[in-house]
């Protein structure tokens, strides 16, 4: 990002209160006892989901919802699996389904766009093909993909190696994708779990509608205090969408002149707001709502955190100057004040903490090490994530907790 938010944030009120605001209104500062996965996401963010553990450890997080409830809210439509912003998928309430169609409905097209002219496929092809799926799917039972090919016969085409080195051996991811786009058929997780990547698929018949100003109001519920480039970022409109939007959606400055923006309903509340003085621990996904709707890591880092090494990184790279987290991140009033990993062979969390080990910390890193354990059995960072793939990380992090004189764990 070129604006410098903690600048503004001084201005503000202080980094801290800015943070701070951020985790309030990520339901991060304390737990939501008895809110629905439904409500959680209507009211924070919807969650990115890459076949890992993010949206169980923050609607855990939150609201203190176990795998059951959540997997629960899933079969019952509560809460879904979706292609959304930049057609990337993400567990939307129901209230947002129609949105979240319509706001990753370029994806698709923009594939089968890129299909036609590297690979020959016609656009008509793709749509006999998609009148084929619907034909042979049931709104009931889910049919893996395999069996969608053999169902549909000659109409899925193969690509061969052009179609290989571009990621798609035959015609028929096209027609899906853009049949989820419509919301004609969705994806159903084969044992019901949010932490995985098998698929079937069944029809349906979901209203697809929306626009950007219409994200733009979410976006800026969840994420404001933020910036035009911000949501440029979640959203992955152009500019001069983004701004329009942002525009039409009324988002007011934080400070005269600032980039950050917030809702007007909003403001009088952030004037009013104080941060919390006690510190209130969770422990989260690295991918989670409050860092991933800015993707700006270093606003949530003091300066000495953001000059650390990275645990198992490439030599000389410091953990601010990351896109991303590479690990999973222990969140204190908005700021990041440690990383984890799950150890499926020990069984437990290894925790890199920064800040002293408390009672409150220690409590905390128990309550989701137990959750952990007993409800997902890991705590995979995305689909491909395995405790043999994670093991140097994990061994770096304990090697470098032991390092920090009564601050290490496991």
């Not at 960072?381 to 140097?392: E, N, Q, T, V």
């Given at each position: ?218 976006y800026f519920s969840w994420a404001g205090p933020a910036t035009v480039k911000h949501f440029r970022w979640f959203s992955g409109f152009t500019a001069a969408t983004a701004r329009r939007a942002v525009a039409e959606a009324g988002a007011v400055p934080l400070t005269p002149g600032s980039e950050l923006l917030l809702p007007p309903e909003l ?144």
């Amino acid at each position: 990002m070129e604006h410098d938010p903690h600048v503004e944030a001084v201005a503000a009120g202080g980094v801290e209160k800015l943070r701070a605001w951020w985790s309030h209104r990520q339901w991060l500062d304390r737990p939501h006892t008895g809110a629905s996965a439904a409500e959680v996401l209507a009211a924070t963010g919807w969650a990115r989901s890459v076949g890992g553990a993010a949206p169980y450890l923050g609607l855990f997080a939150r609201a203190g919802l176990r795998r059951a409830a959540v997997d629960e809210a899933v079969a019952r439509l509560e809460v879904h699996e979706l292609p959304s912003a930049r057609g990337c998928t993400y567990v939307l309430p129901g209230s947002d389904f129609a949105l979240g169609l319509a706001c990753g409905a370029a994806a698709p097209v923009g594939e089968l766009t890129a299909a036609e002219k590297h690979l020959g496929v016609g656009r008509d092809e793709v749509e006999k093909l998609c009148l084929a799926i619907e034909r042979v799917l049931s709104h009931e039972e889910p049919l893996d993909p395999t069996t969608i090919r053999e169902s549909v016969g000659d109409a899925v085409r193969p690509l061969g190696e052009a179609g290989k080195k571009r990621g798609l051996a035959t015609t028929l991811p096209l027609a899906l994708g853009l049949m989820q786009s419509r919301g004609r058929i969705r994806r159903v997780p084969v044992n019901g779990r949010l932490d995985q990547q098998r698929y079937g698929y069944v029809g349906w018949d979901q209203p697809v509608a929306g626009n950007a100003v219409d994200l733009a109001h979410r976006y800026f519920s969840w994420a404001g205090p933020a910036t035009v480039k911000h949501f440029r970022w979640f959203s992955g409109f152009t500019a001069a969408t983004a701004r329009r939007a942002v525009a039409e959606a009324g988002a007011v400055p934080l400070t005269p002149g600032s980039e950050l923006l917030l809702p007007p309903e909003l403001a009088d509340e952030f004037t009013e707001f104080r941060a919390p003085s006690t510190p209130h621990y969770t422990l989260l996904a690295g991918i989670d709502g409050i860092h991933l709707l800015h993707r700006d890591l270093p606003r949530l880092l003091n300066p000495a955190d953001a000059a650390r090494p990275l645990p198992a990184g490439r030599a000389g790279r410091a953990f601010g100057s990351e896109a991303d987290p590479q690990t999973h991140v222990v969140l204190d009033r908005g700021r990041i004040v440690g990383l984890w990993e799950y150890d499926t062979e020990r069984a437990e969390i290894v925790l890199l903490p920064f800040v002293p080990l408390d009672d409150a910390l220690r409590e905390a890193v128990a309550r989701t090490e137990a959750f952990v354990r007993d409800d997902l059995g890991d705590a995979r960072g995305f689909s491909l994530d395995s405790p043999k793939s994670r093991a140097p990380k994990i061994a770096a992090l304990r090697a470098a907790a032991a390092g920090v004189p009564g601050r290490s764990r496991g």
